[in-house]
Structure formats: C-alpha cells, structure tokens
C-alpha cells in the first residue's frame, strides 16, 4: 500500500475515482477511508464512499455517508434518491418512500425516483398512487430511457393486479 501522506486530499480523491473505474475496489476504498479520516475531505469522496460501501451491502455505512453528503449539498438529486435505495435495502421502505416523495417534490419528473416509489406504492396496495408516478414517468421519459420500459412492464402488471417484489439496491446496480 502507498504512503497516502504524499498526496493532497484531492489527489487520493482523483485516484479512487481511478480505481473504482478499474474495479479496484481495495485501493479506493483505502484511499477514500484515508481522506474520509481528515477534516478537509473533498465532498465528492463523501459520495464515492456511499456509493461504494452500498455496493458492498454495507448499507449503513452508505446511509451515513449519504446524509452526511446531503447536509452539505441537499439538493444533490442522485444522492439523494441513492440513500432512498440503502433505505430500500435496509428494509426501510417508508423512510425510502418518503426520501423519493421529497426529491419529486423538486424534481418532479426523475425517471428512478417515479419508478422506485411507483414500486414500493404497488408493494402498499396504493394502485392509483404507483400509476398516477408510472404515467407521469412514462409522459415525460424518453423512451429510450431505462426506466421507460421497466414503468410499461409495471404498468401492465398492475393492471393485472400482480404485486412486484423490491429489488435490491445491488440489483440496481447490475441493471
């Protein structure tokens, strides 16, 4: 392992984008815990550390490292609907539902945010709620976004009366 003390805090922030990029995961964790360690860590580390302890499943840590991001920038839209997902995977879907309800309250039209709630809506028996989030997902996504056909299979799902499990978090990311 490198000396870390050789680097600014920005430069170890750079090399963990690296190594995350390479699937070195390791190395950018080290380097990330490091900054992470020190008072004048980089914004940006707080969410790379999120992102990569909730790919490891350690979600709470993720969790953390998410609120922590969001205290600084609360505006940050894929943070935010981010630590919704750590929420879903922790099995705290109200707290998720009500982190997505917030950031549409903003951004009314974020494809994952109107999808995963849509989800967790079905999950709840609140059919005119998951479609009312499908429909406006579906008026204003292109349909080439990913989202565009998951909502279409979801919808017609629902129309069936079939009630979807939540994926996890880990899932999503091999989507």
Known sequence: MSNFENFDLDELTA???????QSRVEQALGKLKFVLSTDAAPTEALSMAARLY?????????????ERYLSIRPDAVEEEFQLGMVQLDKGESEQALATWEGMLKRLPTFPPGLFYSALILNRQGKMAEAIRNLDVLLQTAPADNLYFGRSKELLASIERGVVHQLPTLSQAYQS
């Open 54 to 66: 909730a790919q490891l499943g350690l979600f709470e840590r993720a969790k953390v490292l998410f």
């Open 15 to 21: 090399l963990a984008r690296l190594d995350i990029e």
